[in-house]
């Protein structure tokens, strides 16, 4: 059964409507990802969102009116609910035929679908129960008030126990199963530092061609799709540097995505630790998208919030094939401090100027520690 989805975002005040427009188009563009589609976008300005329903009980009244000619299955809030909020617009909705979601189950449905390795279904998975354990204390708090007082026990307090403790238990052995892949990756680290060997990592927004610029520059053969999050696992191939004859590694692995849920990012700490080690970052930017600037912000917050702010960065403008018009020169100027590069992956175009400004940096980083070496034997 196909998904037919009603997107309901709660924004400022203060925000444009080009930005709340946005906001929603990207949420289209994950449902579609799933594999859903969108039959209604609905944005609603509002200094606070509502206390028990996020949107309030005009406004979930005005929509699932609207759906008796939409015929939707599903309610997608473009926020995180909180357990309370989730829990009354559920009871509310399933009357109607309506299941409701909120941004981070979907982003969660959608890395489900796509995850092939065990550790990144393993990760998963722990985000999901992260997300869904404070449900289950709204749920039960919920339900001992229905019953008379915060004092009430019951068979619902009963079972709701049961299954928080039995999800207390399976994310303890989820994690234990996790230490063992962040141990081997973690080693394979180490041995590249012991034959060392330097290391780049792509990062980007979600959909910005990271693993078509993958694929260009060392034909690793990964797979690319004109989807968010096509990319789960990190992929590492080989890039030759051919003025100093030298082999540096190239990884890439999830893209970011804003108010990407921190359970995530938290979950999917050993698949990062390649960002996290490598000795240059090399940030893909959709050059072709009117908010690359926004999107850049999104993934300098993140970097930030994994405390990697030093690193050795440069900017790589992406699918330049695709725009016409753009002043180079005053981009180049505005990001002068990230060696901007402009590239496309797809026709192979700046791709020799991105591999010279790589191994400078490389060279770079190997002329240090030979200085530095030089200082400690003197």
Same mark, same amino acid.
């Given at each position: 059964m196909q998904h037919k989805a009603i997107l309901v975002d709660v924004i400022p005040p203060n925000l444009s409507k080009e930005a709340g427009l946005q906001r929603l188009n990207e949420l289209e563009s994950l449902v579609k990802t799933f594999g859903g589609i969108a039959v209604v976008k609905v944005v609603q300005k509002k200094s606070m969102p509502d206390y028990k329903t996020y949107i309030g009980s005009g406004k979930l009244k005005e929509v699932l009116d609207e759906n008796n000619k939409t015929k939707a299955n599903l309610l997608i809030i473009n926020n995180l609910l909180k357990p309370?909020?989730?829990?009354?617009?559920?009871? !509310?909705?399933?009357?109607?035929? /309506?299941?409701?979601?909120?941004?981070?189950?979907? !982003?969660? #449905?959608?890395?489900? #679908?796509?995850?092939?390795?065990?550790?990144?279904?393993?990760? +998963?998975?722990?985000?999901?129960?992260?997300?869904?354990?404070?449900?289950?204390?709204?749920?039960?708090?919920?339900?001992?008030?229905?019953?008379?007082? +915060?004092?009430?026990?019951? %068979?619902?307090?009963?079972? =709701?126990?049961?299954?928080?403790?039995?999800?207390?238990?399976?994310?303890?052995? %989820?994690?234990?199963k996790l230490k063992h892949y962040d141990l081997v990756q973690a080693n394979h680290r180490k041995q590249r530092r012991n034959k060392d060997l330097k290391t780049v990592s792509l990062v980007g927004y979600t959909n910005a061609g990271k693993s078509t610029l993958l694929n260009t520059i060392t034909k690793k053969g990964v797979y690319v799709a004109n989807k968010l999050f096509?990319?789960?696992?990190?992929? /590492?191939? &080989? *890039?030759?540097?051919?003025?100093?004859?030298?082999?540096? *590694? @190239?990884? $890439?692995?999830?893209?970011?995505? &804003?108010?990407?849920?921190?359970?995530? +990012?938290?979950?999917?700490?050993?698949? @990062?630790?390649?960002?996290?080690?490598? $000795? *240059?970052?090399?940030?893909?930017?959709?050059?072709?998208?009117?908010?690359?600037?926004? #999107?850049?912000?999104?993934?300098?917050?993140? *970097?930030?919030?994994?405390? !990697?702010?030093?690193?050795?960065? %440069?900017? /790589?403008?992406?699918?330049?094939? =695709?725009?016409s018009g753009i002043d180079t020169k005053e981009i180049g100027n505005n990001f002068s401090d990230f060696s901007p590069v402009f590239v496309s992956a797809e026709t192979k175009s700046g791709i020799d100027v991105l591999i010279q400004k790589v191994e400078n940096v490389i060279n770079s980083l190997y002329e240090d520690k030979l200085n530095g070496y030089s200082e400690c034997t003197n």
């Open positions: 309370m909020q989730n829990y009354n617009l559920n009871e !509310i909705c399933k009357k109607e035929g /309506v299941e409701v979601w909120d941004r981070v189950d979907l !982003i969660l #449905k959608i890395f489900d #679908k796509h995850a092939k390795s065990i550790e990144a279904k393993l990760q +998963i998975e722990l985000a999901a129960i992260r997300h869904m354990g404070p449900r289950i204390y709204g749920m039960g708090l919920e339900l001992t008030r229905q019953a008379g007082g +915060i004092g009430t026990r019951g %068979i619902g307090e009963t079972n =709701l126990q049961i299954m928080k403790r039995h999800l207390r238990r399976r994310e303890q052995k %989820i994690k234990e096509a990319t789960l696992e990190t992929t /590492v191939g &080989q *890039l030759y540097l051919p003025v100093s004859e030298k082999i540096a *590694l @190239l990884s $890439d692995t999830i893209g970011f995505i &804003q108010d990407l849920p921190p359970d995530l +990012i938290d979950a999917f700490k050993s698949t @990062l630790g390649e960002i996290i080690d490598a $000795d *240059l970052l090399l940030h893909v930017i959709d050059i072709s998208d009117p908010l690359y600037e926004s #999107k850049i912000k999104v993934v300098e917050n993140i *970097l930030s919030d994994l405390d !990697i702010v030093d690193k050795p960065k %440069i900017y /790589v403008f992406n699918k330049f094939d =695709l725009t």
